[in-house]
């Protein structure tokens, strides 16, 4: 059977073109170690992206899980704001990259938007990386600096009771076990969850995540290299993994914070995506979730000038007003 992928927004084609027009070699178990070198300097710094905007940008080392190394984090305040004030809503973020590549400051744009549009502060996270670092390592580095921020909310200036996890892909998927390691080991009490095209299911059995065999911006052949870094050759494609590395596996969605998952129409984890939020609704839970028309992978951060990019965001930060009681 021939299986027909959803096409493209064609105001995103120009984008697609110019990715196709200097292909980059594809990743490899062998060849991912090689992209953690200079990784943090493909985008501009904090301060650089900031500019002129009233914000305040600060990097913290703290600690990691049990025994493992310490993490980086980086601070985004709304000048002036200290503990002396009312505290203020805060969103850990997550960064993606598949579990494999990335670095924190890809998102210091998104958080940066964030914060000077919504008042609120931000904190962005960064973890081990697969195929070095396999499961669990991602997600308890996640899980622990979600500790730290709750343990350190009012130091910080947060509202402990309005602390919202987000990402986007990987991020997403990290986003999602967090949510469900802080249900399970009673830890903070989450507002909310904000999954952008999150990365949950490791099968790759859905007829989206065939769609996009060797196209678009996070192909077919890239997830299953990257679900088996993360997983092992054993369980990279088993229903048996673990819920916490891939929470599609995850049996109970009941007891969860308030889920936003937004994915774009054209890419992988589309229906993965979908299937989720439906989850959620069927056990009495709360999901908005926003299936972007031709949307591809990423489409928000590739096409930042786009009218897709547009109405997403207006939907992204309509929910976090309301999620959050913001004016």
Do not use: K
Request: net charge negative; glycine share 10%.
């Amino acid at each position: 059977m021939t299986i027909t992928p959803v096409p493209f927004d064609p105001d995103l084609a120009p984008v697609l073109d110019a990715l196709a027009a200097d292909p980059q070699p594809p990743l490899t178990r062998e060849t991912i170690p090689a992209t953690r070198p200079g990784a943090a300097t493909l985008f501009p710094a904090a301060a650089e992206v900031i500019g002129d905007l009233p914000i305040d940008a600060e990097d913290r080392v703290i600690p990691g899980p049990a025994g493992a190394p310490d993490l980086e984090v980086t601070i985004l305040t709304p000048r002036g704001h200290d503990a002396t004030r009312p505290p203020l809503p805060v969103l850990y973020n997550i960064h993606g990259g598949g579990m494999i590549v990335g670095h924190r400051s890809w998102e210091t744009g998104r958080l940066v938007q964030l914060v000077d549009e919504l008042g609120v502060i931000a904190v962005n996270v960064e973890y081990r990386l697969a195929p070095e670092n396999p499961y669990p390592a991602g997600v308890e580095d996640c899980y622990a600096g979600l500790v730290w921020l709750a343990e350190h909310a009012a130091e910080l200036g947060a509202d402990p009771a309005r602390i919202v996890v987000m990402g986007g892909s990987a991020g997403g998927g990290f986003s999602a076990a967090v949510a469900l390691l802080a249900r399970d080991r009673r830890g903070p009490a989450l507002a909310g969850q904000l999954l952008l095209c999150p990365m949950i299911d490791n099968t790759n059995t859905t007829v989206s995540s065939h769609q996009y065999a060797g196209i678009g911006t996070w192909t077919r052949e890239t997830n299953l290299l990257a679900w088996e870094c993360v997983l092992g050759e054993e369980l990279a494609v088993s229903d048996r993994a673990p819920q916490y590395a891939a929470p599609s596996r995850a049996a109970d969605l009941s007891g969860l914070p308030h889920a936003y998952i937004e994915v774009g129409a054209a890419e992988p984890f589309r229906d993965e995506d979908v299937e989720y939020a439906s989850r959620i609704w069927a056990v009495g839970g709360q999901a908005e979730l926003h299936v972007w028309s031709g949307g591809f992978h990423g489409f928000d951060m590739y096409a930042p000038a786009s009218e897709l990019t547009r109405a997403a965001l207006d939907a992204r930060h309509s929910w976090l007003r309301r999620l959050l009681g913001l004016r």
